[in-house]
T-cell receptor, first 116, second 113 residues
């Protein structure tokens, strides 16, 4: 069975500092990888996704993530955060296999708190 | 192009009542997924539907929960005889195919008194 672990439940950081949100997954098959952001009382918005190809993926709002197959990780990074980046961030995987229904398996989420 | 619509946004029910949550997918999307987010937890997959068919309901509780996606109209997630433990945010997502990006609605926050 697949699982996703987000290693930090909360990450406090000062404005304009760099940030890394960690995500590890376990799966016996190849997967697609996603990062979503959830602002308070809103739905999820896709930040970026890895399907294949280059392991460095660039997304919206200046975020990027790197797929590391040997470490089964997909960490999210931003070189300089803004107050408006304060939100909950979710890492998710989806099975690439022939029986794939596209359902997403989510991590527990990481709350990014950007302080002035 | 309107996004995924969910209504109501907030729903309050007393124990034992029924809750009906609606999801209208994005135009051109025929695949719908339902997820539940319990307090302080991540989202958990519940069910995946295509028009008139349930494809994967492996995440649905065995009792009281059902889902449908009729040929016409929105997808409905129905919870009968609600209990306090059903209090959660329920999100629906739609996509044009099972291998495509899922676009999420704003969610329905169900509170059971």
């Amino acid at each position: 069975a697949q699982s996703v672990t987000q290693l930090d439940s909360q990450v406090p950081v000062f404005e304009e500092a760099p940030v890394e949100l960690r995500c590890n997954y376990s799966s016996s098959v190849s997967v697609y990888l996603f990062w979503y952001v959830q602002y308070p009382n809103q739905g999820l918005q896709l930040l970026l996704k890895y399907l294949s190809g280059s392991t460095l993926v660039k997304g919206i709002n200046g975020f990027e993530a790197e797929f590391n197959k040997s470490q089964t990780s997909f960490h999210l990074r931003k070189p300089s955060v803004h107050i408006s980046d304060t939100a909950e961030y979710f890492c998710a995987v989806s099975d690439q296999g022939s029986g794939n229904t596209g359902k997403l398996i989510f991590g527990q989420g990481t709350t990014l708190q950007v302080k002035p | 192009n309107a996004g995924v619509m969910q209504n109501p946004r907030h729903l309050v029910r007393r124990r034992g009542q029924e809750a009906r949550l609606r999801c209208s997918p994005m135009k051109g999307h025929s695949h719908v997924y339902w997820y539940r987010q319990l307090p302080e937890e991540g989202l958990k997959f519940m069910v995946y539907l295509q028009k008139e068919n349930i494809i994967d309901e492996s995440g649905m509780p065995k009792e009281r929960f059902s889902a449908e996606f009729p040929k016409e109209g929105p997808s409905i997630l129905r919870i009968q005889q609600v209990v306090r433990g059903d209090s959660a945010a329920y999100f629906c997502a739609s996509s044009p195919s099972h291998a495509d990006t899922q676009y999420f609605g704003p969610g329905t926050r169900l509170t059971v008194l």
